[in-house]
């Protein structure tokens, strides 16, 4: 097939979207498909691949400008752009649009050149404007946009149950139209790391645990509950080590807090790290936390899907045992036994589950065996491929 992939990914970044992308790109040559993929500039540096179109989009200073202005300025390119390839190399057989601010130009473009398209959903926009404070009006603006794209999509991959069923009953999307097509890991590259120097770096004995995080760090997170949660079992027990992996916009405040708490010499704070050294880093932990939650309150919690976060799966491929939020989406490690969830928006209910699983080497143990056994099955990249090439077959086929 000639394939032709449209995504808000930055190449020029380490980060877990854009190696998303990479893979998908490499798995739809690997498979012998003819890819063309638009993504947003700038291109890294030394970066050179005729079929990667890169559309420039300014950076503002303050988000609102910086959203408003990526909605048209990269649209605009991108739909020119996307009709300047169709003149030049033809019409592709079908367009793969990932869930961001370039689907409606995707689709729009797809609608002028006569092609299928495929929406792939990982998150609910609805979902992040609500937890970002956003007024109703705004909301509504947004579901329009998505509803005239799901519209126009023949199929829409959805990655995890939680966001299909959101598609269904928030979005009046019909069922027969959505596929779940989970994300995927290198689960080789992910279980393949080696803490041990690491666990030396941190100062953590053979005997001690440590409890991990890799990942973003937004409010929604969990990360300062977790961090809280440490606190009140490290006076409890001198056998733990906290280690934070990330970035974001609760780093600064959750550092701060490190710094200052008592116990701050048991915890290791490293920021962000290349992608090539994330197993290691899990393979330093003895668990793994996913501890999002939603912080909006009890009665405007409709639509709350945690998606298919690429934490997740890189955690379980690494075969460490997982506490995750309570989200419905998460709930998956309950489900193949490979880790528990627990009420994380609490500091409390997360220091309870976490004093369990430590205390329990051998349920740690059998935990992360049941995750990479399911990663191997179900969570790799190619597994995540087959799904994604069989919606688009589908989508070409009259």
Not at 272 to 291: F, H, N, Q, S, W
Request: aromatic content about 6%; glycine content about 10%.
């Amino acid at each position: 097939m000639k394939i032709w992939l449209c995504a808000l990914a930055d190449l020029s970044r380490d980060s877990g979207p854009s190696s998303h992308l990479r893979a998908q790109i490499d798995g739809f040559r690997e498979r012998g498909h003819d890819v063309t993929a638009f993504v947003s500039a700038p291109a890294p540096s030394g970066f050179v691949d005729p079929a990667v179109v890169f559309v420039p989009r300014p950076a503002l200073p303050t988000r609102r400008m910086r959203y408003a202005s990526e909605l048209a300025s990269f649209q605009l390119g991108l739909l020119a752009r996307m009709f300047a390839r169709g003149r030049e190399t033809g019409r592709p057989d079908v367009l793969l649009a990932r869930h961001d601010v370039a689907q409606v130009a995707a689709v729009s473009a797809a609608r002028g050149l006569g092609v299928p398209v495929v929406s792939e959903i990982n998150g609910s926009l609805r979902y992040e404007l609500s937890i970002a404070g956003s007024g109703p009006r705004a909301i509504a603006t947004i579901e329009a946009l998505e509803r005239f794209a799901y519209r126009c999509s023949r199929r829409i991959i959805a990655v995890s149950e939680g966001i299909a069923d959101h598609l269904v009953r928030d979005l009046g999307v019909d069922p027969e139209r959505v596929r779940v097509c989970r994300n995927g890991t290198d689960v080789a590259t992910m279980a393949g790391g080696d803490g041990r120097a690491l666990r030396q770096r941190i100062g953590a004995g053979p005997r001690e645990v440590v409890i991990g995080y890799v990942g973003g760090f937004q409010p929604h997170q969990g990360v300062r509950e977790l961090v809280e949660a440490f606190g009140c079992l490290a006076e409890r027990n001198e056998a733990l080590r906290l280690l934070l992996v990330g970035d974001g916009p609760c780093a600064r405040e959750v550092r701060s807090r490190l710094e200052a708490a008592p116990w701050a010499k048991r915890a290791t704070f490293l920021g962000p790290v290349p992608r090539g050294e994330v197993p290691d880093c899990l393979a330093a932990m003895d668990i793994c936390t996913v501890p999002r939650f939603d912080p909006r309150p009890a009665g405007r919690q409709s639509g709350t899907p945690a998606g298919s976060p690429l934490k997740l799966f890189e955690a379980l491929a690494a075969g460490r045992p997982v506490l995750a939020g309570p989200l419905p989406d998460l709930r998956l490690v309950e489900k193949i036994g490979a880790g528990i969830c627990a009420d994380t928006s609490t500091p409390a209910a997360i220091a309870e589950a976490l004093e369990g699983l430590c205390a329990d080497e051998g349920q740690r143990a059998q935990m992360g065996r049941a995750g990479r056994c399911w990663a191997l099955e179900h969570g790799s990249w190619e597994a995540a491929m087959d799904r994604v090439e069989a919606v688009l077959r589908e989508a070409v086929t009259p």
